[in-house]
DNA sequence: CTCCAATAGTTAGACATCTTACTATTAAAC
DNA sequence: GTTTAATAGTAAGATGTCTAACTATTGGAG
């Protein structure tokens, strides 16, 4: 096996598992709201970017169409986000954040902060941003 | 937002990006043989490792015991591995390849090394060494 | 020795997600 | 303009995984 396939595949193991142990870790929280992380990612996607199409968030949150019909459906139920349809093209529908759900994302999101600063903490600062740099290269479409 | 939550959450981002963009790109030749990545998981464990109990499997590819049922009963359906009971301790199930699984893992796997080197070719040698090591101080209970 | 706690595995039921096929709407080609 | 292709969203069905409750086996405390 050559080198560099050897620190490959070792690499792809430990990417694999820092990942699922971090979002384990900093998605444990939600549970007592009744999110899902699907769930979370939309609330706090049109939190920050404001209201946007069904498409644009299963882009944003990499998630399958069907999916996302599913996850706004949950939300939708419990009054969090409301479907609104864009009349200029009514092929789309707009996720628009109530003030239930508003209410919801501003109690949750600071604690996600403070827990996914606690779990990177092992790292020093200079080592969080080359890891995302490195990240970064690695991956596709990726956020600067 | 303190600085060090704001590295710390899009690190986080960039991190989970690239696991899934990754681990969808090199998993995705898995189809053709109608394998899961959970079902590849075992076979190379087994490969690798020799036969091992089911709860072992599940620590080694961190799914829960009840899903590592599944995989193994799937696996087992198409002959790649079988059930031997331990008789020294009856509670113990040992997980053994089959030749038909053996012969499968050892077409597979060298595609495997390739897709998985291939993938990290954007990287030098020293940043894939150097992203390990992020990911190792990162991550809880990994492999050296 | 007996009983209790721990461990390995299984089963049932729930849920998130996927793929595929479908409808509705818009844009583009001719 | 009419037809055709592309896009947004939905519905149906399958699958992988989870939690919780259960059985079987073993080891340890008294």
Redesign the pocket.
Known sequence: MSKLEEISLKTLVKLLRASDSVSEDVHKHLKDYGL????FGVLEAIYHLGSM??????KKI?????????????LEKRGFIK?VK?E????????VLTDKGKTLIEIIFPQHKKIVAERFSCLSEEEILLLGDLCRKLGKNMPK
Chains 1, 2 share one sequence.
């Open positions: 899902t992380v699907s769930q199409s069904q498409s644009d968030i299963a990499l998630k399958s169409e069907a999916n996302i019909v599913t996850v706004i459906d949950n479907r864009n200029k093209d009514r092929r789309y529908i707009n996720i």
